[in-house]
């Protein structure tokens, strides 16, 4: 089944934010934020920019009539900067205004004077300053301190991985109108249309039924619209609420770049200690994470980190500990694998860096120590059917790694320019919402009266092609053929309460509910055709859109079922509610069982680098992947493949910059360099691995939104085996990512 978007996105009649059909009397919206990074606003003088002919009002926190404040986990967060600013291109005001241009005319009008104050840009320095956002969390398993005492081998080092940006196509936007009585209707590019509605409820001062929030689907979330497509929704609103007409915002690409947060840097110190046969005994870490200037999902990005420090290895010792670093950055935010990729950048680099010293390959150090049945995570939770071991042999064996690594050999004894470099990545994800409360979901199913069905849940199509899902869960389900199912806009007033969808998650929480709805209309319809077919209920099939009595052998069309429950008047609508069972997590403790299950998997990558230019070239990324029994291996492939590239980009070629005074240097798709078709790796090959499949998942069929981010991990340690070949004086380096700028100075240095 291909995704039920790719007609409509092909030729380019999906709907977006932007695609709606505005209100003839819509204003248009557009953010003065601010032009340093940390300072005391002294003065501001809006009048000229608001005597403008077309500018209706500028909008300060002193026009809000609820709370100044949209922090979701931890309240530090103004819509509106007050008496200070703590990061560049943090809004501070709203102008509304007849048209775009007009907004932006008078943006260029304002007129401010900020007294400066000491900046802080990178992790280590707040750390230092001790400034943070909370307090530290930290996991422990056994005695890292007195483990490390006995090791035969002992290595330490430092690690740093850099932010990246999202660059969903769509930018971020809301489009906001007022209904009767007060109330208003919001459509919103947002991951999280709970959070957006109880935000708008929040600064508006109203209550959350007030607000409607609908969301058709996005260009584009990656973690970005997790917690960030809010501030833009909430500030239409506002000025929705006072001047009573539409307010459209839409950002484009410039600000959205400056005012948004990215993937959070990482400044990270390890300590490893080997035994003899090359077991990891004692791992010892601490992360620092920079979040910039306020919590938005740091500390939750935080805690995922931990829960990955030790990626697919079983390490018996480990202390780990991390930081939310409080600097002059734009608040950092959620990017997939949401901290995961962090804490498992470093457990590589930290195996690298012992290979390196005991001057024996990688892979010895990671097979040596790779996760098995029962073994425990630092966190407590016990790994059960474990497929670790089973995705790396199956990809050394499938993919001829030996061949591959002779041939390697061949070519790099052959050539003095051009070297090649391989590396092993196997990756174990959690999957569940690391925060329990959230794991939950509700599905809304309508059976129109002529057999034709609609389907609500809290799921948020953003490419992902959840919505497919969705519509493959609920035909299968009630037996009908998929042409008779729609998928609706993910709306506040048919689905409540939900949380965003995230953490690979969606598809498991949503369609779990709709499952249990469709069964439930199913049990009922069962009633209506064993009567009609004369037949006993338990022999009642659906199937292919007919309903028939497998031992009396009589057969009815789905069509005609529904018309008889019509007449009977049997409710033809059902909304069920999930909850993942079994999982738990004290914080209290750091002890619990917090995922569902893991998803596992082996990428070989191989690359060619150039050592004359420092350029290279990712040849091919070969895997072994999890999907458990895939639902529509299609998409899930395309995930793997979106994933990888995006996971790629983030250790090679990405690289955000701010300069010492906090302004986004990387401002721009001239000085971003994106990943695109010549960065990508030249072939990719997937193979499934072939599983039983997770009870916890959607028909047995694994999440697949994050995990396979990790694999582009891969390419760094590709690229520093090449590196090595060329110059074995080299000392190894883990600073991502790796530009041809510093693989350049790592050949010569
Ligand atoms: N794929 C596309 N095409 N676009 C996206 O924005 N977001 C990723 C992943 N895959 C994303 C995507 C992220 S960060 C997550 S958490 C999951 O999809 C969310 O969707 P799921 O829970 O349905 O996997
Ligand atoms: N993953 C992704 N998003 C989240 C999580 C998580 O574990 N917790 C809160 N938001
Ligand atoms: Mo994904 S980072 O959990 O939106």
Redesign the pocket.
């Known amino acids: 089944m291909k995704n039920i978007d790719s007609y409509t996105h092909l030729r380019g009649e999906s709907l977006f934010v932007d695609d709606i059909i505005t209100r003839q009397d819509t204003l248009y919206g557009l953010v003065f934020d601010s032009p340093k990074a940390h300072g005391k606003i002294s003065s501001i003088n809006y009048a000229i920019a608001e005597a403008l002919e077309g500018v209706i009002k500028i909008f300060t926190y002193k026009d809000i009539l609820g709370k100044n404040q949209i922090g979701g986990i931890i309240p530090d967060e103004p819509l509106w900067a007050e008496e200070e600013v703590h990061f560049w291109g943090q809004p501070i005001a709203f102008i509304v205004a007849e048209t775009e241009a007009i907004a932006k005319k008078a943006r260029a009008l304002i007129e401010i004077e900020i007294e400066e104050l000491p900046i802080i840009t990178t992790a280590r320095e707040a750390k230092e300053k001790g400034s943070f956002i909370n307090a530290p969390r930290s996991f422990r398993l056994g005695n890292a301190n007195e483990a490390l005492k006995k090791c035969k081998h002992i290595f330490e080092g430092n690690t740093f991985s850099n932010g990246q940006e999202h660059l969903y196509l769509e930018t971020q936007g809301a489009y906001a109108v007022p209904m009767e009585n007060g109330n208003i209707k919001i459509t919103s590019s947002t991951q999280g249309p709970t959070s957006v509605q109880k935000m708008v409820a929040q600064v508006l001062g109203v209550s959350m039924h007030k607000i409607e929030i609908d969301v058709i689907r996005l260009g584009g979330g990656f973690g970005g619209k997790?917690d960030q497509a809010t501030p833009w929704a909430v500030m239409a609103a506002v000025a929705v609420q006072q001047l009573k007409k539409p307010v459209k915002y839409i950002l484009n690409r410039h600000d959205d770049l400056r005012m948004t947060g990215k993937r959070h840097p990482y400044d990270s110190t390890y300590k490893i200690g080997l035994d003899e046969h090359l077991k990891i005994i004692a791992y010892e870490v601490e992360f620092l994470q920079n979040s910039g200037a306020a919590a938005d999902?740091s500390p939750?990005i935080a805690e995922?980190t931990l829960f990955h420090a030790t990626n697919s290895y079983y390490i018996p010792n480990v202390s780990s500990i991390v930081h939310s670093c409080k600097t002059n950055l734009p608040p950092n935010t959620?990017f997939r694998g949401?901290g995961g990729p962090q804490g498992m950048f470093v457990i590589e680099s930290a195996i690298a860096r012992a290979a390196d010293a005991l001057k024996i390959d990688k892979k010895i150090i990671q097979e040596a120590n790779l996760l098995v049945e029962n073994d425990t995570f630092s966190y407590g939770q016990i790994a059960t059917k474990v497929e670790m071991k089973n995705t790396w042999n199956t990809a050394k064996k499938q993919f001829n790694l030996e061949k591959i690594e002779s041939e390697t050999a061949k070519f790099n004894a052959a050539n003095t320019n051009y070297k090649k470099g391989i590396s092993l990545m196997p990756i174990t994800f959690g999957i569940s919402?690391?925060?329990t409360p959230?794991n939950h979901a509700r599905a809304l199913i309508h059976i129109y009266q002529d057999g034709s069905v609609g389907v609500s849940t809290g799921a948020v199509e953003m490419g992902q092609s959840v919505n497919t899902k969705m519509l493959q869960v609920a035909s299968q389900t009630l037996g009908i053929s998929p042409n008779k199912v729609k998928l609706e806009t993910t709306n506040t007033t048919r689905v409540a309460n939900t949380s965003?969808s995230?953490?690979s998650a969606t598809a498991d929480l949503n369609g779990k509910a709709v499952l249990k709805a469709c069964k439930a209309l199913i049990e009922r319809l069962k009633v209506i055709a064993a009567n009609l077919l004369n037949a006993n209920i338990e022999h009642i099939v659906f199937k292919e859109d007919v309903v028939f009595a497998t031992k009396e052998d009589v057969a009815i069309s789905w069509e005609e079922v529904i018309a008889a429950a019509m007449l009977k008047r049997v409710a033809l609508t059902e909304n069920a509610h999930y909850a993942t069972p079994t999982i738990h997590f004290d914080k209290t403790k750091e002890k619990g069982h917090p995922f569902a299950y893991h998803v596992y998997g082996t990428a070989i990558t191989q690359v060619t680098v150039d050592c004359m230019r420092g350029t290279y070239e990712i040849d091919a990324v070969k895997i072994v992947h999890d999907f458990g029994k895939s639902m529509n291996l299609g998409i899930d492939i395309g995930q793997v493949e979106g994933a990888l590239a995006q996971g790629i980009g983030w250790m090679t070629i990405e690289e955000i910059a701010y300069g010492k005074d906090g302004r986004l240097l990387s401002n721009a798709l001239s000085t971003y360099k994106v990943p695109d078709v010549f960065s990508a790796a030249k072939k990719v090959e997937i193979i499934p691995l072939e599983t039983q499949g997770n009870e916890m998942a959607i028909l047995k069929s694994k999440a697949v939104g994050e995990p396979p981010l990790m694999y582009g991990i891969g390419a760094y340690f590709a690229i520093q085996h090449a590196i090595k070949v060329f110059n074995p004086k080299h000392k190894l380096q883990f600073h991502a990512p790796y530009t041809p700028e510093k693989v350049l100075l790592s050949l010569y240095k």
């Open positions: 997790e999902l939750a995922r959620a949401f919402f690391t925060n959230m965003p995230a953490a």
